[in-house]
């Protein structure tokens, strides 16, 4: 009697051992990186912060997002004139997606569709559904558009034009132009809190960021940066990101090569962190834990400890790191 039950015990387990064999591991999240003079793009693995491949990719990528569940890579081929589509997990090419000339950041409908793409080159920003790449809109906006945001209910679209110093903001459900905010010269960057009550658009020549209440899009207040030792015209703000609980904002300074560290409660400026040359662009991972910044002069990203805003480590990647986007 005791023998059957010895080998089913043994089968039970070798069973067990073959399933979790047979189980895939857990991938860690994954960094994606456009290098804008390589026409590459550089993957991290997040648990080692190694390098794990670089993909090639169109000419001059600059802008960089992820679909909402986290499986495709968007990246903007600025020379190329067309959005690139990546899938995540085998970091092939999927598709590529239209756009106007010389697109350089887009965003996407927090429902995954469609895509908003700033076009350099023609003052449009371009709408494409990117089930089926149709043209759905094209918005004339100012000159020279670039920063992309879109509110965490997608009612409204907001675009920068860095030579009008204006933000635009666009109502989704017809894509006409609701409102013009002057902001400070050559903005870069929109980005909205995660509960839309506010608004950041960075100014990369003024020297600012402004902070917009979109109930009336009035700006509430300018935070300017004083850093000892660096001169105001080599603060220049550019990326900018805010934690999701909405405590606390980071901005990128450019040639300040800093970030700083806002709390976006009071609007106070309450530290600089020290990284890379040219910080351009930044990227939270998906828990929130760190924060990247691309390095446009070192060619490096930073890796910031967000609980205690230190920075901890630098990467090489490739050259002129413009973009950062992580993935589960």
């Not at 001059?60 to 997990?89: F, H, Q, T």
């Amino acid at each position: 009697m005791k023998r059957p039950i010895m080998l089913s015990t043994g089968i039970a387990a070798l069973a067990g051992l073959l399933l979790v064999d047979a189980l895939p591991a857990e991938a860690s999240p994954r960094a994606f990186v456009t290098n804008e003079r390589d026409h590459t793009m550089t993957v991290l693995d997040m648990e080692t912060l190694k390098v794990i491949d670089t993909i090639k990719t169109g000419r001059r990528p600059r802008g960089i997002i992820a679909s909402p569940d986290g499986k495709l890579i968007y990246v903007c081929a600025s020379d190329d004139n067309r959005v690139e589509v990546y899938d995540a997990a085998t970091l092939k090419l999927v598709k590529t997606l239209r756009s106007g000339p010389d697109p350089e950041l887009f965003v996407l409908h927090p429902s995954g569709n469609p895509l908003y793409i700033a076009n350099e080159d023609d003052n449009m920003v371009t709408v494409v559904n990117v089930e089926n790449n149709e043209l759905v809109a094209e918005i004339p906006v100012g000159v020279e558009p670039e920063g992309m945001g879109i509110s965490p209910d997608g009612k409204f679209m907001v675009n920068t034009s860095e030579t009008t110093n204006m933000a635009h903001v666009v109502d989704t459900s017809n894509n006409e132009i609701i409102e013009n905010i002057l902001v400070d010269s050559r903005p870069r960057i929109a980005e909205f809190s995660k509960d839309g009550k506010q608004l950041w658009v960075s100014a990369e020549v003024g020297g600012t960021v402004a902070v917009v209440d979109p109930s009336n899009w009035q700006i509430i207040k300018k935070i300017s940066f004083k850093i000892p030792g660096v001169t105001d015209d080599a603060i220049q703000p550019v990326g900018v990101r805010i934690t999701k609980d909405g405590s606390k904002a980071y901005v990128a300074l450019g040639p300040a090569n800093r970030v700083a560290v806002v709390n976006a409660k009071t609007l106070e400026v309450e530290k600089y962190l020290l990284v890379g040359q040219r910080v351009w662009q930044l990227g939270f991972t998906p828990d929130e834990k760190f924060l990247l910044s691309t390095n446009g002069n070192s060619n490096d990203i930073s890796v910031i400890d967000v609980a205690n805003d230190k920075v901890t480590k630098s990467v090489t990647v490739g050259r002129a790191p413009w973009g950062v986007v992580v993935v589960p």
